[in-house]
């Protein structure tokens, strides 16, 4: 969808550590198996992906996944801007 809008992008199943980087370099989103709902990646913050979600406490997860987030909810698919 994104390609449609001529924003460069990009998607796989990653880490966390991989998906941390990524989040540092700029935008993307991401949803996890057992999470089931997309959240946009605004950044990270400290230890953690900061993200915009449009349901906030939804599995416990507000503004921030951490690694034990992640763990708990992944596998993760992630699309972001290249």
Do not use: E
Request: net charge negative; aromatic share 16%.
């Amino acid at each position: 969808m994104l390609q449609t809008y001529g924003v460069a992008s990009d998607q796989g199943w990653l880490d966390f550590d991989t998906t941390y980087d990524i989040a540092s370099d700029g935008p993307g989103m991401m949803s996890g198996a057992a999470y089931y709902h997309w959240v946009g990646i605004r950044g990270v913050q400290g230890s953690t992906i900061w993200v915009a979600n449009s349901a906030p406490g939804y599995k416990g997860i507000y503004d921030n996944i951490s690694r034990d987030d992640w763990n708990r909810l992944g596998g993760w698919s992630v699309v972001w801007t290249v």
